[in-house]
Each structure stands twice: as structure tokens, then as C-alpha cells.
T-cell receptor, first 113, second 111 residues
Framework: KAGVTQTPRYLIKTRGQQVTLSCSPISGHRSVSWYQQTPGQGLQFLFEYFSETQRNKGNFPGRFSGRQFSNSRSEMNVSTLELGDSALYLC????????????FGQGTRLTVV | KQEVTQIPAALSVPEGENLVLNCSFTDSAIYNLQWFRQDPGKGLTSLLLIQSSQREQTSGRLNASLDKSSGRSTLYIAASQPGDSATYLCAVRNSNYQLIWGAGTKLIIKP
């Protein structure tokens, strides 16, 4: 069965631009979460979507937003990019409850110059 | 506020040794704890999931234990191999659906 697919794998953007990242979860999984990983801060929670609804959001500015479609695919958008947004963005897919295992994609490496 | 700590931050051992990685958390109100490995520049691979009601889980040479009351989990790797070299992360899932992460242990297995 196919795993979690994130596209694109690598991105280079300029400060001030915006970017959209995509995540396709494992078939049948309805929960998608997004995490940012940086060397200084480690892994930090961005937000979680379930059945097209955002259930929870981490402590990130409003420039970070997301959405989930009816097929459970999710997108994350970052507007007005800053140098500090350079990171590995990881998407996790879970069935639907609190007790299920999270599976991660390979991530999107975003570099802001 | 939940905090997750992993000790040691780095570990280097000769091939063939058994080893233990530690993970501690401050709030015992968790739903589960999951261990992952991450290879350089790659995503996260799930190793083991322990529900809050469980004490341990095993997969091949890996065994993870959970003591919720003391806020501790250990990942035991038997007969280590160079291919086990990676960063190992533990994460606890809280009632807000999010995973709270440790900083990881970077493991190097020397041939």
C-alpha cells in the first residue's frame, strides 16, 4: 500500500514569496498533521486536519495556513516567506483517532533565500 | 505543558552491542508514545507505537517499554548493526491530537 506522499521534495524560494506544499495521506487515513523541523527548534507541530476541519493549531504565525480536501489530501501554505521559514516540513497521516499510529512522508525541504 | 527529553543526545557504540535509548516526559496524561528513526535528510520511519495502557512492544531486534506513571520510555536495540545508525526520536500524543517531540538521540554504530 502506498505511503504518505509529499510534493515537492525540494523548494527554493525568495523572501516575501509564498509557497504551497502538498501531502497525500495513506489511503483510508482521514487525519493529516503538519510539522516543521529545524536544527535549532527540532520538530514543532503546525496543525492537524480531520475530515476537512482543522482540529488543532500550533504556535505559528498566521502566515502559516492549511486546508484539507474531501479526498483527505492536504495543502500547507506559507505566505510572505522569511529566512527563518527554511526547514524540513513533514506531513503525518493517521487513521482517525488519538490512539493510532502516525506515518510520515519524506518531507519537503524548503530553503528561503 | 508537556516536555519530552531524550538522553543521551548522541551515542557511539561498536557493532554487536545491545543498547538502550531513553525518553522521559513530564505529563503522564498521554494517549500513546511512538518511537521513530530518521536518516539524514529524510523523513521519519515509525518503529514502535505503545498505547498508554501497554507496558511494552517488540518488533524484531527492537523493544520499547513504557512506564507512564514515572514518565519514562526506553528503546532497546539488540545486537546493533551499522544500518541502525540514525537519529532516534520519541514522541508522545496528547489530548490535542498533536505529537510532542524529544530532540532525538543520534546513534552511530561503528563496524
Amino acid at each position: 500500500k502506498a505511503g504518505v506522499t509529499q510534493t515537492p521534495r525540494y523548494l527554493i524560494k525568495t523572501r516575501g514569496q509564498q509557497v504551497t506544499l502538498s501531502c497525500s495521506p495513506i489511503s483510508g487515513h482521514r487525519s493529516v498533521s503538519w510539522y516543521q523541523q529545524t536544527p535549532g527548534q527540532g520538530l514543532q507541530f503546525l496543525f492537524e486536519y480531520f475530515s476537512e476541519t482543522q482540529r488543532n493549531k500550533g504556535n505559528f504565525p498566521g502566515r502559516f495556513s492549511g486546508r484539507q480536501f474531501s479526498n483527505s489530501r492536504s495543502e500547507m501554505n506559507v505566505s510572505t516567506l522569511e529566512l527563518g521559514d527554511s526547514a524540513l516540513y513533514l506531513c503525518a497521516s493517521s487513521l482517525d483517532t488519538l490512539n493510532t499510529e502516525a506515518f510520515f512522508g519524506q518531507g519537503t525541504r524548503l530553503t528561503v533565500v | 505543558k508537556q516536555e519530552v527529553t531524550q538522553i543521551p543526545a548522541a551515542l557511539s557504540v561498536p557493532e554487536g552491542e545491545n543498547l538502550v535509548l531513553n525518553c522521559s516526559f513530564t505529563d503522564s496524561a498521554i494517549y500513546n508514545l511512538q518511537w521513530f528513526r530518521q536518516d539524514p535528510g529524510k523523513g521519519l520511519t515509525s518503529l514502535l507505537l505503545i498505547q498508554s495502557s501497554q507496558r511494552e512492544q517488540t518488533s524484531g531486534r527492537l523493544n520499547a517499554s513504557l512506564d507512564k506513571s514515572s514518565g519514562r520510555s526506553t528503546l532497546y536495540i539488540a545486537a546493533s548493526q551499522p544500518g541502525d545508525s540514525a537519529t532516534y526520536l520519541c514522541a508522545v500524543r496528547n489530548s490535542n491530537y498533536q505529537l510532542i517531540w524529544g530532540a532525538g538521540t543520534k546513534l552511530i554504530i561503528k563496524p
